[in-house]
């Protein structure tokens, strides 16, 4: 695409922009001194106007049901977690058994490697990412301990190369191949969320399995900004969060994806929990647990209706945008961002912008990964006074995820226009 860094090219490529109406549909935050340019919808994405509606159904019920409202409400609560299952599977590329809505990332990671993470013999290690999400770490750290093993021994990082920011995939390729007899799980972030680069999911899942491995990916920067296909890649489990690009409340409902192949395997250990148990005999308090044959097996507790009111609202928006949608415009947005940058770049001597995130669309999503070569906090300082949320990491990487649902050509321009009226000064 042929951009230019000028507002009326921005304004234009709104105006043709046939998704430019759901910006209307979010709450943009009101704290900033300047007209806010959010850019952290890979944190914790905006409000859906309608999600104040979806709640206040649930409290109506609520007050007029009391506990009736498991069967009365509107939406009964009973099953209140089954009006969010074909959304789900539409977002992450399932069919509708292999996903459940349920608890939080971390929680759902742990419950997922309880089944999946089944060391034995030599095969006892996990191929998963160096310097990966500070929870995931733990994550992996416990679960190896948790079965007697030693972290330092038990997990095979991914590393960089020497003076490299993004993971090559042939470097993926020969460590499985190395520890092929040792892998017993593969565990990695779809999307990286310090780099935001796109692993190659799909390999990986046939590399994993062709080395007798589980390939389960955490979609926490993934599920609403990548068009994914989980069941087509064969991916074994996931987990992604509700909150980030998906819109669903701070800390909100996550949801989980197990493989149908592994959905009536009565052998998987799992910790259960009494919404796992089939749904005909739950109420009879039986003593033996018989799982139903879905994803939702793994689910423990009654649905957090509230919260799953939210993410109603926001997964509605997504069914009518459909991920194919967002993701052109994802890529057209994202390479906006990119030209803007490098154009700034490209005039200032006291900067040197580097974009750490693959330049290959096919490698990324919304997120752009900046270092600020020749700057430091203080310029990330002064684009937040000028309205700019976004995301600092020390030395002095900025984080920028121009959300397509809500954000436009004109906020990657004024974004550009802030940076600028930095480095002039
Ligand atoms: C955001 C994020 C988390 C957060 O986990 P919670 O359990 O939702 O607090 C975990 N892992 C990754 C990779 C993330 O990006």
Redo the contacts with the bound molecule.
Sequence with gaps: MNYQNSLNFAQEKDKEDSLRSYREQFLFPTFTKKPVVYFTGNSLGLQPKSTREYINQELDDWAKWGVEGHFYAKNPWMPYHEILTKQTAEIVGAKPEEVVVTH????NLHLLMVSFYRPHGKRYKILCEAK??P??QYALQSQVKFHGYEPNDALIQIALREGEHTVRMEDVKSLIDKHSEEIAMIMI?GVN?YTGQLWDMEAITQWGHSAGAIVGF?L??AAGNIHLKLNEWGVDFAAW?GY?YLNSSP?GV?GLYVNERHLTNKDLPRFAGWWGQNKDTRFLMEEEFSPIPTAEAWQLSNAPVLGMAAHKASLDIFTSVGMEKLCEKRDALTGYLEFVIDDISDRYDNVDFEIITPRDKTQRGAQLSILAHGQGKELFDFISEEGVVADWREPNVIRIAPAPLYNNFEDVYRFGQILESYLKQ
């Design positions: 939080s990332l971390t929680t990966a999400f929870s995931d972030g969320y955490d926490a920067h969060c980030k800390g996550s």
